[in-house]
Antibody
């Protein structure tokens, strides 16, 4: 059974870079049928797509975050990562990594989520 | 402001039927892209409820159903139960922004 697990610091200072990694187990990140991505949820608010990556390295970002986001993949480790630069309190959220099906854009497998707080 | 529009809240008594709407545009739902629905219980990750507009994954009760027409989609829940109290999100793809996934703002279902 495929599982995704987020890891990274739970506290980041304003203006610094948020870095998270998602480890995929029970399946290969190199599957041609899926994209991998990050979705976040600020406290008390809805879900926001951050970006997606294909195993080949092709990336797609939410235009509202594009200037600050970098998503990368390491197929040898079966991991993909998120970097969000110049963070502010508005970036405080639960960050989920998830798998997206290619043909219908369904996010079918989710990690449990990790809370990141931006504060000095 | 979310690309897909949902009512912030709906409510119903146990046993009743409720519906949650999800309104998009010609670049997402209206373009023919599938709509998916997720249920989120407090403090947990979203769980897939309906995929491909109207399909239920294994294990989801048939009290939950989805439909799509034009630029909108709906989630219907019949025979409301206390355990259905949760947040519900619709999601689709948007062709105006390459590779974009778009979500509704979420609807809080309260079982009275």
């Amino acid at each position: 059974q495929l599982q995704l697990q987020e890891s990274g610091p739970g506290l980041v200072k304003p203006s610094e870079t948020l870095s998270l990694t998602c480890t995929v187990s029970g399946g290969s990140i190199s599957s041609s049928s899926y994209y991998w991505g990050w979705i976040r949820q600020p406290p008390g608010k809805g879900l926001e797509w951050i970006g997606s990556i294909y195993y080949s390295g092709s990336t797609y970002y939410n235009p509202s975050l594009k200037s600050r986001v970098t998503i990368s993949v390491d197929t040898s480790k079966n991991q993909f990562s998120l970097k969000l630069s110049s963070v502010t309190a508005a970036d405080t959220a639960v960050y989920y990594c998830a798998r997206r099906r290619d043909y219908d854009a369904l996010w079918d497998v989710w990690g449990q989520g990790t809370t990141v707080t931006v504060s000095s | 402001q979310s690309v897909l529009t949902q009512p912030p809240s709906v409510s119903g008594a146990p046993g009743q039927r409720v519906t949650i709407s999800c309104t998009g545009s010609s670049s997402n739902i209206g373009a023919g892209y599938d709509v998916h629905w997720y249920q989120q219980l407090p403090g947990t990750a979203p769980k897939l409820l309906i995929y491909g507009n109207s399909n239920r994954p294994s294990g989801v009760p048939d009290r939950f159903s989805g439909s799509k027409s034009g630029t909108s989609a709906s989630l219907a829940i019949t025979g409301l139960q206390a355990e259905d109290e949760a947040d519900y999100y619709c999601q689709s793809y948007d062709s105006s922004l390459s590779g974009s996934s778009v979500f509704g703002g979420g609807t809080k279902l309260t079982v009275l």
